[in-house]
């Protein structure tokens, strides 16, 4: 018996989902007849199950191919930098607990407040060309590195604000490990780093993994950020899709790219379930 | 100092006696002057206290007298104010755990839910980095000990928790230390099963003939299994005797009240009188107050609550004193006259015992 919620995500994202695919498929009747009515540039079907022109068209396009690469890149990278720093932080709040790792800790969350857009236009102002940075060089007669509009531009963006959220879960997961458990490895034997890797990290792993999941695929559907932040081209998909369904009018290939997109989320959800389920084994159930 | 776990003629239990008979010598731990104060409240005050080699040492107290940080700085995860920790001759005070010769049973094990059974005992010789051949065998050797390597493989979380307590004794034990550490570490079990494994680590301690000092509310669990208990109050040690002495020779007023129980009088009370005596406390154990029909005080009785195996029964006598008495066998009921004979009473003056 299907419960409520359940029908509610079937009717309001299960359905589109199914259409969107059989669009991307070139069914271009029955509800998805508005759209296809003005869109370009669409690959029709035939077939009773359609055609994979769109697909075709898309993957072999050397810029979307370049623009998934970035993509992947700047969600691995970003996601990794996230993670270390967010570790840092927790496990520095852990390990001595003074008024400076508390001080740190509230810092890290403070990009939760502020908005994505205004967060990334105040990143953009700090690293342009005519930013606050490379003022501050040239007050002193320096050439200062240009961030803005460039890819690692937005990887400072996406770890400016993805960074909270990962402080918050690692450092939760990390002080739920009991002192005891981390007495007992220094009683053991054990100094400060490889009670870390032995005994923290390992007993926090759910939560570092959920923190890795979410902070991945935030970032690999990002808009605002690589939008505002990063340049016109090579770009993230976020952006690519954008501009296929808005400014070229080519909902169909924003769609493949979409789909492209959603499963590769879905792989790191894919981590998320196996971590989660390593976990109740883990507890005996 | 190694000590072979598998060998009882090598590590012979030593006798109680020979263990007091030289306290001063250089092997077993050593505490001298102790002090630690935490957020401006002395917690251990100037402590002093020698275990010999091979003897099993109680810290017996009440909640917040200071036992737990004592252990602690014993173990190192405390660093007293003042005060040295000497383990078989050596100066640890400065030394941060790890590098201590003392292993630690935690109140609740503190195993590592994410490594199995063996791998919880082996981690302490990994860390020592010993050839893997050794660690197997060492761990087979320490788990057969503990009668648990049926549950080498499985998980912390699947197993009791008496097998939890013997797997977290193992990891202890595992890496033969110079002192056991052990912090209330039955306070996690049921009644019955407290009883066994109260004696399974009595019977290995004195097989191995390992230093330990264990912290305990439990004044059963204190007199079962040490040969000395300190008394702990207020971050002093009020005394430390063996047993059997500090239950029928107590020095202070609050060893008197705090193992057993006893009968508490303002005022010189002797077997046949009752005078006052500013500042004197008379202190009696109930089963020195003997109940009998035919001579004695006269007094009432005024209640009766029966234990199972003996009956306690509450008489005020006619000078308007109430008593406490442990009575075996037939119990008098509630306005019964009966006669109270008393036995030994001890006098405390400002908590110290003076006659």
Known sequence: MASPPLLLVAAFTGFPIVLAVAYSLGHTGGLNQTTALIAQHQHITDEWWGTLGAYREVLTNPRFRRDLGVTVMVTVVSTSIVLVLALIIALYLRLTGGWAAKLLTVLAIVPQFIPVVIASWSVLMFYAPDGFLRSVFAQAGLEGPTFGYTVSGVVIAQVWCSLPFAVLMCASGVQAVPDALIDAARDAGAGLVRTTFSVILPMAFVPIVIAATFTGIGIIGSFTVPYFTGPNAPTMLGVDMANYFTAYNMPQQSIVMAVVVFGAASLIALAYIWANFRSSKEAGA | ?355
Not at chain 2, 46 to 53: C, K, Q
Not at chain 2, 177 to 187: G, H, K, N, T
Not at chain 2, 195 to 216: A, F, H, K, S, W
């Open chain 2, 1 to 355: 100092m190694t000590i072979p776990l598998n060998d009882p003629t090598a590590a012979a239990a030593p006798h109680p006696d020979a263990v007091q008979a030289d306290p001063m010598q250089a092997d077993g731990l050593r505490l001298d002057g102790l002090h630690k104060e935490l957020g401006g409240r002395t917690i251990v005050d100037d402590l002093s206290l020698h275990v010999a080699a091979g003897e099993l040492v109680c810290l017996l107290g009440p909640s917040g007298c200071g036992k737990t940080t004592t252990l602690r700085m014993i173990a190192g995860f405390l660093e007293p104010d003042r005060g040295a920790v000497v383990v078989s001759g050596r100066d640890v005070t400065h030394l941060p755990p790890e590098r201590r010769p003392s292993a630690m049973v935690f109140q609740n094990y503190a195993l590592w839910p994410h490594m199995t059974v063996a791998k919880n005992v082996a981690f302490p010789l990994k860390l020592a980095k010993r050839p893997r051949s050794e660690v197997n065998e060492r761990v087979d050797r320490v788990l057969q000990l503990v009668n648990l390597l049926h549950h080498k493989d499985s998980r912390p979380g699947r197993i009791s928790g008496g097998e939890q307590q013997r797997t977290a004794l193992a990891r202890a034990l595992v890496q033969e230390p110079a002192v056991l550490l052990l912090d209330e570490p039955l306070s996690n079990l049921d009644a019955k099963l407290r009883v066994r494994v109260r004696e399974d680590i009595r019977e290995i301690q004195q097989r191995l003939g390992i230093t330990t000092v264990m912290v305990t509310h439990d004044q059963d669990e204190a007199m079962a299994m040490s040969d000395r208990v300190a008394v702990m109050n207020d971050g002093r040690i009020e005394q430390v005797s063996a047993p059997r002495e500090l239950y029928s020779n107590p020095r202070t007023e609050f060893v008197a009240s705090f193992v057993g129980s006893v009968n508490k009088v303002p005022g010189r009370l002797t077997p046949s009188t009752l005078s006052a005596d500013d500042g004197l406390t008379s202190a009696v154990r109930p089963e020195s107050v003997r109940l009998d029909a035919d001579g004695g005080r006269p007094a009432r009785v005024t209640r009766v609550t029966p234990h199972g195996h003996f009956t306690e029964v509450r008489v005020s006598l006619d000078e308007g004193v109430d008593l406490v008495s442990y009575v075996t066998g037939a119990a008098p009921e509630v306005d019964d006259r009966v006669g109270v004979e008393l036995g030994e009473v001890w006098y405390f003056r400002e908590g110290e015992r003076v006659e």
